[in-house]
């Protein structure tokens, strides 16, 4: 059981717009610590896709964005294209596990 | 430029200790707010943070696996070493380093990835 709870799988068409959400609590999100995004392609490294909220590292499209309310966040993309399909994962810091990252549990996206 | 690559074995037994080490570049393990991290995936399950250290030498554990887990640098030869004791098949997986982004006041990202380094175990 995950820290961080996202939903196991989304899916949408070329073109849509699609979010994943991240619910957190009050000793991690909801304790205004930042949550950050990557996208992770079968036998590669995890990629860096939105930090601190709301931030894309140089090179991520702007079809990439992330938001931070209370103790969740989203992360939303645009004008979905076939090569968005991956897993996402959230990422955040937890106050009560002796400050410890903590990762959701991951969300598949399918592109339809 | 930076960059991590992780090295070990591939195959380890049962009740062994596991030793990893992420040789880094690109960055000094001594500048402050660096940090190098440890993460996790088993096959077909998530992603799993493990360890963290910090410039400063402060250490950091999942605390699922802390009495299992330590983690020491050596920034003269630019390395990071994690040792996982009583390994089991439950822990086999993809095992990555990575660099840590400093986001606001104490928030931890991972701008750049190793690899990985699949670690089996069995007998």
């Known amino acids: 059981q995950s820290v961080l709870t996202q939903p196991p799988s989304v899916s949408g068409a070329p073109g849509q717009r699609v979010a994943i959400s991240c619910a957190g609590s009050?000793?991690?999100?909801?304790?205004?610590?930042?949550v950050n995004w990557y996208q992770h392609l079968p036998r590669t490294a995890p990629k860096l896709l939105i930090y601190?909220?709301?931030n894309r590292p140089s090179g991520v499209p702007d079809r990439f964005s992330g938001s931070k309310s209370g103790t969740s966040a989203s992360l939303a993309i645009t004008g979905l294209q076939a090569e968005d399909e991956a897993y996402y994962y959230c990422?955040?810091?937890?106050?009560?596990?002796?400050?410890?990252?903590?990762f959701g549990g991951g969300t598949k996206l399918t592109v339809l | 430029q930076i960059t991590l690559k992780e090295s070990g074995p591939t195959l380890v037994k049962p009740t062994q200790t596991l030793t990893l080490t992420c040789i880094v570049s690109?960055?000094?393990?001594?500048?402050?707010?660096?940090?190098v991290g440890w993460i996790r995936q088993p096959p077909g399950k998530a992603l799993e943070w493990l360890a963290l250290?910090?410039?400063?030498?402060?250490?950091r554990y999942s605390p699922s696996l802390s009495s299992r887990l330590t983690v020491t640098k050596d920034t003269s030869r630019n390395e990071v070493v994690l040792t996982m004791t009583n390994m089991a098949p439950v822990d086999t997986g993809t095992y990555y380093c990575?660099?840590?982004?400093?986001?606001?006041?104490?928030?931890?990202?991972?701008?750049?990835w190793g690899q990985g380094t699949l670690v089996t175990v069995a007998s």
């Open positions: 990575a660099h840590r982004l400093r986001t606001g006041v104490e928030g931890t990202a991972f701008d750049y």
């Open positions: 690109g960055f000094s393990l001594r500048t402050n707010g660096v940090g």
């Open positions: 250290i910090y410039w400063d030498d402060d250490k």
């Open positions: 009050s000793s991690n999100i909801g304790a205004d610590y930042d």
């Open positions: 601190g909220n709301k």
């Open positions: 990422q955040s810091f937890d106050s009560s596990l002796s400050g410890s990252v903590v």
